[in-house]
């Protein structure tokens, strides 16, 4: 509920007409949220119950609290280049996280491709309209705007769940070392599912995990990978590719 509120909050922000809500006040807005966004998701990133490896020193050591600055660096870092889609890297996110971190990597890299997409759609609705390119039924009211951008959300989803389950069948455990890992680490949710649902032992959450992730991370040109080197492992295999590629060039073209 409180992620809806924050959701339609800010597509009401971005949507107001300009005269109301100067452009200073919304770039601060914005620049403010994705600096709360980095760090909590850094510090979120550092807590042991997100890592899959163990700390080199115990608490009580004097280079405890070294280790966890630079841990701190690290997981800063990775949730702001998720955040801003830049794809650079510090650490083996298939390796160096558990499904909880995978989780809170996710979440930025969701958050910060569809603000692109909302922002470019905005920006581009506007600018049609001062270049005298747009049409009669252009709706550049907030309301017609809320619509857009929810459009949008609903199609950027949709396209993500068609490509994790064109890329489910795709991991192979014989050539990605990380989701051998990922296969052995305990479900989050295998309890619920084969309790409320008739699932039972078919429910592979190592798979379906790794189907959405990459079907997201590729679609908000995020480039981030659970796999221990890129996609270099399945280099010889095509599904992959033939999935992920439509993904990139929707995910790429922004507002349009």
């Given at each position: 509920?409180?992620?809806a509120?924050?959701?339609?909050?800010?597509i009401?922000?971005?949507s107001?007409d300009?005269?109301r809500?100067?452009?200073?006040r919304?770039?601060?807005?914005?620049?403010?949220?994705?600096?709360?966004?980095?760090l909590?998701?850094g510090?979120l990133?550092t807590?042991?119950?997100c890592?899959?490896?163990?700390?080199?020193?115990e608490?009580?050591?004097?280079l405890?609290?070294?280790?966890f600055?630079?841990?701190?660096?690290?997981?800063?870092?990775?949730?702001?280049?998720a955040l801003?889609?830049?794809?650079?890297?510090?650490q083996?996110v298939?390796?160096?996280?558990?499904?909880?971190g995978?989780l809170?990597?996710l979440?930025?890299?969701q958050?910060?491709?569809l603000?692109?997409?909302a922002i470019?759609?905005i920006?581009g609705?506007?600018?049609r309209?001062?270049l005298?390119w747009?049409?009669?039924?252009d709706?550049v009211?907030?309301?017609?705007?809320?619509?857009?951008?929810l459009f949008i959300?609903?199609?950027a989803?949709v396209?993500?769940?068609?490509?994790?389950?064109a890329?489910?069948?795709?991991?192979?455990?014989?050539?990605?070392l990380?989701?051998?890992?990922?296969?052995?680490?305990?479900?989050?949710l295998?309890?619920i599912?084969?309790?409320?649902?008739?699932?039972?032992?078919?429910?592979?959450?190592?798979?379906?995990f790794?189907?959405?992730?990459?079907?997201?991370?590729?679609?908000?040109?995020?480039?981030?990978t659970?796999?221990?080197?890129?996609?270099?492992s399945y280099?010889q295999?095509?599904?992959?590719?033939?999935a992920?590629?439509?993904?990139?060039l929707?995910g790429?073209?922004g507002g349009p």
């Amino acid at each position: 509920v409180g992620a809806a509120a924050v959701f339609r909050a800010g597509i009401s922000a971005l949507s107001d007409d300009p005269d109301r809500r100067s452009l200073r006040r919304i770039t601060c807005a914005l620049l403010a949220v994705a600096l709360v966004l980095v760090l909590a998701g850094g510090l979120l990133l550092t807590l042991p119950a997100c890592e899959r490896i163990h700390r080199a020193v115990e608490s009580d050591h004097q280079l405890a609290r070294y280790q966890f600055n630079l841990g701190w660096l690290d997981s800063t870092f990775t949730a702001a280049a998720a955040l801003t889609g830049t794809g650079l890297g510090v650490q083996d996110v298939g390796y160096h996280y558990n499904r909880v971190g995978q989780l809170i990597i996710l979440a930025p890299v969701q958050v910060g491709g569809l603000g692109v997409l909302a922002i470019g759609a905005i920006v581009g609705l506007h600018l049609r309209q001062l270049l005298g390119w747009g049409g009669v039924d252009d709706d550049v009211s907030p309301r017609g705007l809320r619509r857009a951008v929810l459009f949008i959300c609903v199609f950027a989803l949709v396209v993500e769940a068609i490509g994790a389950v064109a890329i489910y069948r795709t991991w192979d455990p014989a050539v990605d070392l990380n989701f051998v890992t990922a296969s052995e680490e305990r479900p989050l949710l295998g309890s619920i599912i084969r309790s409320r649902t008739s699932l039972g032992d078919r429910y592979d959450e190592a798979r379906l995990f790794a189907a959405v992730f990459h079907s997201v991370s590729a679609f908000c040109d995020a480039g981030r990978t659970l796999t221990r080197d890129g996609y270099m492992s399945y280099r010889q295999h095509p599904a992959p590719y033939l999935a992920l590629m439509p993904l990139m060039l929707l995910g790429s073209l922004g507002g349009p």
